[in-house]
């Protein structure tokens, strides 16, 4: 059974930092490509950052030399370290393998004040 689940979200202000760990289970994770997606509200789920079963990263533009994608196979957990966080940044954070599978983990709640 695919575990996804998500944490070290939070409230912080402008410019601020986190960290954001999705511990995974039940699937093959060393060979899986790996993202992150952000919902802000009222939005469609977007998927902001990616890494390949190679540890090549890629990120959307608006997160760009913001938010770092990596990866533990040994630990099967991928990480969103989260720098000069801004308010459009506010939104739920969930993390899934790319393409992603139909089942979803709670997400982590990141809010971001002005």
């Known amino acids: 059974q695919v575990q996804l689940v998500e944490s070290g979200g939070g409230l912080v202000q402008n410019g601020g930092r986190l960290r954001l760990s999705c511990a995974t289970s039940?699937?093959?994770?060393?060979?899986?490509?790996m993202g992150w997606w952000r919902q802000a509200p009222g939005k469609p789920r977007e998927l902001v950052a990616r890494?390949?079963?190679?540890?090549?990263?890629v990120h959307t533009d608006s997160v760009k030399g913001r938010m770092t994608i990596s990866r533990d196979d040994v630990k099967s957990t991928v990480y969103l370290q989260m720098d000069n966080l801004k308010s459009e940044d506010t939104g739920v954070y969930y993390c899934?393998?790319?393409?992603?599978?139909?089942?979803w983990g709670q997400g982590t709640q990141v809010t971001v004040s002005s």
């Open positions: 890494i390949s079963s190679t540890g090549s990263a």
């Open positions: 039940g699937f093959k994770f060393s060979i899986a490509a």
């Open positions: 899934n393998r790319v393409p992603s599978m139909p089942s």
